[in-house]
T-cell receptor, first 112, second 113 residues
Framework: GESVGLHLPTLSVQEGDNSIINCAYS??????FIWYKQESGKGPQFIID?????DKRQGQRVTVLLNKTVKHLSLQIAATQPGDSAVYFC???????????FGSGTRLLVRP | DAGVIQSPRHEVTEMGQEVTLRCKPI?????LFWYRQTMMRGLELLIY????????DSGMPEDRFSAKMPNASFSTLKIQPSEPRDSAVYFC???????????FGQGTRLTVV
């Protein structure tokens, strides 16, 4: 089955520094990966996604890296801002269904 | 579009009572999902619909839980009878066709006492 895990439950960074949030997955057949951001009291918000035919995808201040060899993906946030403080989840569809398996989440704290 | 709209935002009820959570998906989205979030189990998919038809309800914890989607703009998640362990935040999400980017509502925080 699919399992998704995060390496660190909490990440504290200085404002302006870069943040890296990691995620491991177990199903080597997974072909689609999503990062969500959840602020306190709100629902998860889509940040960026990547398909398995890519190793890297960039958005606005965010980059997702996919290493299929070790089944690992990461979310990089450049110049972290206070507004980036939230819990970040990676999510992977189970098999070919729409069952998204969410990781346990990493809480990002941005120090002023 | 106002996004996915859920109601109520907060619900406190007594054990044994019936609880109904409501969701209005984004117009034009063919997929609707119900999730439950707890500290212990994280985000879990309960059920999802495609074009108003339930496709996979294997995440529904017990027969006490039921979900309906009578039309493309409305869905309900009902718990009858409710129990304290049902206390959680319930999210509704919707997405376009094959695009797996799901848009989540603000959630309903349910407390069963």
């Amino acid at each position: 089955g699919e399992s998704v895990g995060l390496h660190l439950p909490t990440l504290s960074v200085q404002e302006g520094d870069n943040s890296i949030i990691n995620c491991a997955y177990s199903n080597s057949a997974s072909d689609y990966f999503i990062w969500y951001k959840q602020e306190s009291g709100k629902g998860p918000q889509f940040i960026i996604d990547i398909r398995s035919n890519m190793d890297k995808r960039q958005g606005q201040r965010v980059t997702v890296l996919l290493n299929k060899t070790v089944k690992h993906l990461s979310l990089q946030i450049a110049a972290t801002q206070p507004g980036d403080s939230a819990v970040y989840f990676c999510a992977v569809p189970m098999d070919s269904s729409y069952k998204l398996i969410f990781g346990s989440g990493t809480r990002l704290l941005v120090r002023p | 579009d106002a996004g996915v709209i859920q109601s109520p935002r907060h619900e406190v009820t007594e054990m044994g009572q019936e609880v109904t959570l409501r969701c209005k998906p984004i117009s034009g989205h063919d997929y609707l999902f119900w999730y439950r979030q707890t500290m212990m189990r994280g985000l879990e998919l309960l059920i999802y619909f495609n074009n108003n038809v339930p496709i996979d309800d294997s995440g529904m914890p017990e027969d006490r839980f039921s979900a309906k989607m009578p039309n493309a703009s409305f869905s309900t998640l009902k718990i009858q009878p409710s129990e304290p362990r049902d206390s959680a935040v319930y999210f509704c999400a919707s997405s376009l066709d094959r695009d797996l980017e799901a848009f989540f509502g603000q959630g309903t925080r349910l407390t069963v006492v």
